[in-house]
């Protein structure tokens, strides 16, 4: 669907994949790529019908990626489906089948793990006189195997824990459907429209010698369920009292939580002006949408940028970018920028010396290519600093700088000159333009 054509009443849902999503027009597919498909959940089967049979959908579409070699085998997608199905039901646990395994570490509760998730469920304890006449106090919970309609209790001996032994085989039929070139379809909660055709899973493996995946580009998955399993797993009717479709934890990204933490401490302790010309001059990867055309082997390639200080001047102009700006807003950078009253050195960062010297080295007359006054120091004293006061909408500039004459600072507002110290415009709060 094209952006123009969502309305108000539209669900937006995005999925975040272990690998590249593909769809940048100047990605080139590689053979070790792995399939990424479309899986709908529809409760009508499709096989009741005729080859075009149009099943009824429910809940929402998601995206999966399979692998190389799940893809070789129609049961390790299948499970590869129900790892992810465990999001969208809270019945996530009769996913599996179990068996009562090791002791448990604790005596009231039973810790059963899903995926890495512990779920701790409260058991109750029951007494039970055998036929031999003892007495013996089990404990109680709902039944994590057999037929998941079955409401019996099972009873498990104290201390005892629950082992995962595999996925269930029949919680749904996995249909496979081709012609989603699109990695989706038009429906509306109860059906759909596309061009596509059923495919056999049959067909497919015939041709398994010459052809070891099972998959091809633009298929889908359609998971059927029966009435009882979805009932069961998502809920009967118009009351989906198991599904999890609208429930949506805060999750942050690692990456971006640790990126927000360094920016909060940048801004709160200030960063330095030798920062900002490392962060100038650092090598940047360039995005596979902004490829760099190689003129040696005749494409386009990935490749890198990176800035470099040549020359320095004998008045040196640092101008700092006070401003972001993405799609929404622009707003005005307020972090504060420690930089040297006196002594800052460029020697390292400038790299016409180490040319030069280089040149040296080599025996080659480097006066005939300018350089010259290699041994110059290129270290400079503050001079000045112009300020900007307020935001991107209006503020106020005023300056401090130094007199030649008697090496003295002095602030500069408007029509107002007043003595200053050369600490004043360091530590100032706004700054918008940093002359050395």
Same mark, same amino acid.
């Given at each position: 669907?094209?952006?123009?054509?969502?309305?108000?009443?539209?669900?937006?849902?995005?999925?975040?994949?272990?690998?590249?999503?593909?769809?940048?027009?100047?990605?080139?597919?590689?053979?070790?790529?792995?399939?990424?498909?479309?899986?709908?959940?529809?409760?009508?089967?499709?096989?009741?019908?005729?080859?075009?049979?149009?099943?009824?959908?429910?809940?929402?579409?998601?995206?999966?990626?399979?692998?190389?070699?799940? +893809?070789?085998? !129609?049961?390790?997608?299948?499970? $590869?489906?129900? =790892?992810?199905? &465990?999001?969208? %039901? *809270?019945?996530?646990? #009769?996913?599996?089948?179990?068996?009562?395994?090791?002791?448990?570490?604790?005596?009231? +509760?039973?810790? !059963?793990?899903?995926?890495?998730? $512990?779920?701790? =469920?409260?058991? &109750?304890?029951? %007494? *039970?006189?055998?036929? #031999?006449?003892?007495?013996?106090?089990?404990?109680?919970?709902?039944?994590?195997?057999?037929?998941?309609?079955?409401?019996?209790?099972?009873?498990?001996?104290?201390?005892?824990?629950?082992?995962?032994?595999?996925?269930?085989? #029949?919680?749904?039929?996995?249909?496979?459907?081709?012609?989603?070139?699109?990695?989706?379809?038009?429906?509306?909660?109860?059906?759909?429209?596309?061009?596509?055709?059923?495919?056999?899973?049959?067909?497919?493996?015939?041709?398994?010698?010459?052809?070891?995946?099972?998959?091809?580009?633009?298929?889908?998955?359609?998971?059927?369920?029966?009435?009882?399993?979805?009932?069961?797993?998502?809920?009967?009717?118009?009351?989906?009292?198991?599904?999890?479709?609208?429930?949506?934890?805060?999750?942050?990204?690692?990456?971006?939580?640790?990126?927000?933490?360094?920016?909060?401490?940048?801004?709160?302790?200030?960063?330095?002006?030798?920062?900002?010309?490392?962060?100038?001059?650092?090598?940047?990867?360039?995005?596979?949408?902004?490829?760099?055309?190689?003129?040696?082997?005749?494409?386009?390639?990935?490749?890198?940028?990176?800035?470099?200080?040549?020359?320095?001047?004998?008045?040196?102009?640092?101008?700092?970018?006070?401003?972001?700006?993405?799609?929404?807003?622009?707003?005005?950078?307020?972090?504060?920028?420690?930089?040297?009253?006196?002594?800052?050195?460029?020697?390292?960062?400038?790299?016409?010396?180490?040319?030069?010297?280089?040149?040296?080295?080599?025996?080659?007359?480097?006066?005939?290519?300018?350089?010259?006054?290699?041994?110059?120091?290129?270290?400079?004293?503050?001079?000045?600093?112009?300020?900007?006061?307020?935001?991107?909408?209006?503020?106020?500039?005023?300056?401090?700088?130094?007199?030649?004459?008697?090496?003295?600072?002095?602030?500069?507002?408007?029509?107002?000159?007043?003595?200053?110290?050369?600490?004043?415009?360091?530590?100032?709060?706004?700054?918008?333009?940093?002359?050395?």
């Amino acid at each position: 669907m094209a952006v123009a054509d969502m309305s108000d009443n539209d669900v937006i849902v995005c999925f975040e994949l272990p690998c590249n999503s593909r769809q940048s027009r100047s990605y080139k597919k590689k053979p070790t790529d792995p399939s990424i498909l479309p899986v709908y959940f529809c409760d009508v089967k499709a096989t009741r019908n005729t080859y075009f049979r149009t099943p009824t959908l429910f809940g929402y579409p998601i995206v999966i990626v399979i692998d190389e070699d799940e +893809a070789k085998s !129609v049961e390790s997608m299948y499970e $590869a489906v129900v =790892e992810r199905l &465990e999001r969208w %039901t *809270e019945m996530a646990r #009769d996913l599996y089948d179990w068996e009562v395994g090791e002791a448990l570490e604790t005596e009231s +509760a039973l810790n !059963v793990k899903i995926n890495g998730y $512990a779920q701790m =469920e409260s058991m &109750e304890s029951i %007494t *039970e006189i055998r036929e #031999d006449g003892k007495v013996v106090t089990l404990e109680s919970t709902t039944p994590l195997d057999g037929d998941i309609a079955d409401e019996k209790r099972m009873l498990v001996d104290e201390d005892r824990e629950l082992r995962c032994v595999g996925i269930k085989q #029949d919680i749904f039929n996995l249909r496979l459907q081709v012609n989603h070139k699109d990695y989706g379809t038009t429906f509306n909660g109860y059906s759909y429209s596309t061009g596509g055709q059923w495919a056999s899973w049959d067909d497919r493996l015939d041709e398994a010698d010459t052809h070891p995946s099972l998959l091809r580009d633009h298929d889908a998955f359609f998971c059927e369920f029966d009435e009882d399993k979805k009932a069961y797993y998502f809920g009967d009717g118009q009351r989906p009292e198991h599904a999890r479709w609208d429930q949506w934890e805060v999750f942050t990204h690692p990456e971006l939580e640790e990126a927000r933490k360094a920016a909060a401490e940048k801004s709160h302790k200030g960063i330095t002006l030798q920062d900002c010309l490392e962060e100038f001059t650092k090598q940047e990867q360039l995005g596979e949408d902004d490829l760099w055309y190689c003129p040696q082997c005749k494409k386009h390639q990935q490749a890198t940028k990176q800035f470099d200080l040549w020359k320095a001047p004998d008045i040196l102009v640092v101008h700092l970018k006070r401003f972001s700006n993405n799609r929404t807003f622009r707003d005005k950078i307020d972090t504060h920028i420690d930089f040297p009253i006196e002594g800052l050195d460029l020697t390292d960062m400038v790299k016409e010396r180490a040319a030069a010297r280089k040149l040296l080295e080599s025996g080659v007359d480097i006066e005939s290519f300018g350089f010259n006054n290699l041994d110059e120091p290129l270290i400079y004293d503050l001079y000045a600093v112009d300020e900007h006061l307020g935001g991107l909408g209006g503020g106020h500039y005023r300056a401090y700088t130094t007199n030649h004459i008697n090496e003295k600072w002095y602030q500069f507002d408007d029509s107002y000159v007043t003595p200053a110290q050369a600490s004043d415009s360091v530590v100032s709060f706004n700054f918008e333009v940093v002359d050395d």
